[in-house]
């Protein structure tokens, strides 16, 4: 057996995995058909308010918010790039012309509160993460826009180029929680390589 190999992480309860996929998928909702119906902050409120509950119960509290802030920066520098060049576009929520609506960024958030929780299988799995991203990016960007929250002038060229990014996007964010779960917490002795 090799000894260099990092062991699995320990299986989370079935409970706190199902309830960090229960409370995305709320906070989902709560964003998209918020921003569907002009309710957009109160949609976003909701899900900070899920965000809030995770992060307090989180086993690393920290190590969260540093993720779930890596994310929101990475995707909302993705998802205004794809409002910037028209590829989707919103509407409710923008408050800079180009750029993603706030509750993009909350959506977000609500995303990387699950890649130590309910996703923990996609991250030591690259190619999993990278064909789970192609394919559940585009699918939930096309449920939001069924929704009302955003819309595609062209569709089969924007879940084309979601499906790319989120190849990308979810392995890496993937790989990230991972890193930032198993890294030692400050006054936690730092582990011996021998």
């Known amino acids: 057996m090799d000894s260099s190999a990092t062991p699995a992480p320990p299986a989370l309860p079935l409970a706190r995995v199902a309830a960090n996929a229960v409370g995305?998928?709320?906070?989902?909702?709560?964003?998209?058909?918020?921003?569907?119906?002009?309710?957009?902050?109160w949609g976003a409120a909701i899900a900070v308010q899920l965000l809030a509950l995770?992060?307090?119960?989180?086993?690393?509290?920290?190590?969260?918010?540093?993720?779930?802030?890596?994310?929101?920066?990475?995707?909302?520098?993705?998802?205004?790039?794809?409002?910037?060049?028209?590829?989707?576009?919103?509407?409710?929520g923008v408050w800079l012309e180009g750029a993603a609506p706030y509750w993009i960024g909350v959506?977000?958030?609500?995303?990387?509160?699950?890649?130590?929780?309910?996703?923990?299988w996609l991250r030591r799995r690259p190619l999993l993460g990278l064909v789970f991203g192609a394919v559940g990016g585009p699918l939930s960007f096309w449920a939001g826009q069924r929704l009302g929250a955003a819309s595609f002038p062209n569709t089969p060229l924007a879940l084309a180029v979601l499906s790319v990014g989120w190849a990308l996007l979810m392995p890496a964010l993937a790989h990230l929680a991972c890193r930032l779960d198993e890294a030692p917490a400050a006054g936690e002795p730092q582990p011996s390589h021998a």
């Open 24 to 41: 995305f998928q709320i906070g989902w909702f709560a964003c998209v058909v918020g921003a569907a119906s002009g309710y957009a902050a």
């Open 54 to 92: 995770h992060a307090a119960f989180a086993p690393r509290p920290a190590a969260e918010l540093r993720l779930m802030l890596a994310a929101v920066a990475v995707g909302m520098v993705w998802d205004s790039a794809l409002a910037a060049t028209g590829v989707v576009q919103y509407h409710a």
């Open 107 to 120: 959506l977000w958030a609500l995303f990387a509160a699950t890649l130590n929780q309910s996703l923990r």
